[in-house]
């Protein structure tokens, strides 16, 4: 059997490249060596090459997404295991490209990665299929702000956030009219829409949801208790949070957990990992994003949850590429 070449692909253009990295190394250490060639390939804005053992980098050519070797051999990949936080590659941009020049990949594709990068249009078409969110206001950067509206719409406290970013950068509670300034300025600077939401006073949780082996299964259900304020990015990656899995949930609030994730993953036409965050108000959980490219270091929320539903990293990894070669 001639072994398939693989490049897990890292890094990224957003703050979350070094997460990514994180990820990347875990993938690249899971995958099975006798079915694989692994290769790492790092993708950053001004910068793409593979990257070998021996600390040494070569150019990814855009044009076949090859690399040509010290030994002057060209090196072609089977399927790429897309593992960027942000963009491009969880935004849809990678995906598109692949697509043009007829690489295989791993996870989603464009049109799915694009649509839940994009915070408000994944609850605007979620709304749709019946799943619920908290109740919330759209801003463009440029147009004038009443903030008497918004707290009348949406109460305080309220939280102010990005509509696209990732690892929950820019996004600030506010629980007073003068607090807006700094929060819009905050959010502003990741993106030029954000959204405005109602506080939701509940129990968070985030839920792990894969298609392993031709089945949707929900992986875990983690309950996030932040030491801070909300899930910041301090709370996810610097550990300044308690996160319990599976999460304390009575059976009928799990099941309905777990039917609303499900239900949000097949609506979407979602393909390989995803995390989905939501909270759980009298029984009933509000949506509050999907991630496509969920964090998969050692110490990100879908790797325990496999580990605890029972699936080693390696199969879970080794299904997404079984499925890529397949495509």
């Known amino acids: ?18 997460v990514s990295l994180k990820s990347g190394q875990l993938i690249f250490d899971s995958l099975d060596r006798e079915k694989y060639n692994v290769h ?19 150019p990814i050519n855009k044009a076949d997404f090859s690399a040509t070797l010290a030994d002057g051999s060209k090196l072609t990949f089977d399927v790429c295991f897309n593992t960027i936080h942000g963009k491009p590659g969880e935004n849809g941009e990678l ?10 990949y791993t996870g989603c594709n464009f049109y799915q990665s694009a649509l839940t990068f ?11 299929y019946g799943i619920p969110s908290a109740k919330s206001i ?31 950068l820019g996004i600030s509670k506010v629980k007073d009219i003068s607090e807006f300034d700094k929060a819009l300025k905050l959010a502003f600077a990741e993106d030029d829409d954000i959204l405005i939401e109602s506080f939701l006073n ?4 985030s839920v792990g949801v894969v298609d392993f082996q031709g089945e949707t299964i929900v992986l875990g259900i983690t309950e996030i208790i ?47 990992f995803s995390r989905s965050e939501y909270i759980i108000v ?45 495509k």
């Open 95 to 104: 995906q598109a490209y692949w697509d043009v020049i007829g690489q295989r």
């Open 282 to 326: 009298n029984g009933t959980p509000y949506m509050l994003e999907m991630n496509t490219n969920p964090g998969f270091s050692p110490a990100s929320i879908l790797p325990q949850q496999a580990l605890h539903y029972g699936i080693s990293i390696k199969d879970l990894c080794g299904n997404e590429v079984e499925k890529a070669l397949n």
């Open 1 to 18: 059997m001639t072994k398939k070449n693989i490049a897990v692909v890292m890094g990224g253009y957003s703050d979350e490249y070094k």
């Open 226 to 272: 932040p030491d801070k304020e909300f899930f910041d990015y301090e709370a996810k990656y610097k550990g300044a949070s308690q996160e319990i899995t599976p999460a304390r949930l009575d059976d009928a609030t799990r099941e309905k957990v777990e039917t609303i994730a499900k239900k949000a993953y097949q609506s979407l036409g979602m393909q390989g």
């Open 138 to 168: 759209y801003l463009k950067k440029g147009e004038t702000i009443n903030k008497e509206y918004i707290v009348k719409e949406v109460g305080l406290p309220c939280f102010v956030k990005p509509n696209e970013s990732g690892s929950s």
């Open 118 to 128: 994009n915070k408000k249009d994944t609850l605007s078409v979620l709304a749709k």
């Open 202 to 205: 509940g129990t968070e949780v």
């Open 40 to 58: 790492k390939v790092v993708i950053l804005k001004d910068d793409w090459y593979l990257w070998d053992e021996q600390d040494n980098k070569f």
